[in-house]
C-alpha cells in the first residue's frame, strides 16, 4: 500500500502538492514511482517558465517508460531541484522528502480546491481508509 501523507494535496495524474502560503512544492506520489518502478532520468521545467494547472511540464524516464508530469497548479516555477536531477532515484527513495521536483508561485490559489485530500487519493487509488 503506497504512502499518502495527509498534509499534502494530490492531482488524479499523481503529482503531490505541499502549500507554504502561494508557494507550491511539487513531486510525484509514492502510488505513481511505484508504478514507473527504477526511474533513470527526471528532466525539470525552467525556472522562470509559466505552467498552467493540467499542462504536462516535466518528464519522468524509468526502466518501463516514460510519464509526463502534469502541473497540478498554474503558476511560475522558481526553483527546481538539482539533486533529483543528478540522481533521479530520489524520487523512489524519497518521493515526498529529497525527491521533490519544482516549485512554483501559484497565481490562482482557487485552483487548489480542484486537488485531492490524501483521503480522497487514498479512495482514487481504491485504497481503503
Known amino acids: 500500500m503506497s504512502s499518502i501523507p495527509a498534509d499534502l494535496k494530490y492531482a488524479q495524474s499523481h503529482e503531490w502538492v505541499r502549500l507554504q502560503g ?13 508504478e514507473l518502478t527504477d526511474i533513470v532520468f527526471v528532466e525539470l ?12 511540464c516535466a518528464v519522468v524516464e524509468s526502466v518501463k517508460t516514460a510519464s ?14 538539482p539533486n533529483v536531477s543528478g540522481n533521479p ?3 523512489n527513495t524519497d518521493p515526498y522528502g529529497s525527491g521533490w521536483f519544482f516549485k512554483i508561485k501559484v497565481t490562482n490559489l482557487d485552483e487548489a480546491g480542484a486537488l ?14
Do not use: W
Not at 22 to 34: F, L, P, R, V, Y
Not at 45 to 56: C, W, Y
Not at 116 to 129: C, F, P, S, V
Open 68 to 81: 509526463d508530469v502534469y502541473a497540478p497548479l498554474g503558476g511560475e516555477v522558481i526553483e527546481v531541484n
Open 89 to 91: 532515484g530520489l524520487a
Open 116 to 129: 485531492l485530500d490524501a483521503d480522497a487519493y487514498r479512495r482514487h487509488l481504491g485504497q481503503e481508509g
Open 22 to 34: 502561494d508557494i507550491a512544492t511539487i513531486g510525484i506520489s509514492d502510488h505513481a514511482q511505484h
Open 45 to 56: 521545467p525552467a525556472v522562470g517558465r509559466r505552467i498552467q494547472a493540467g499542462e504536462p
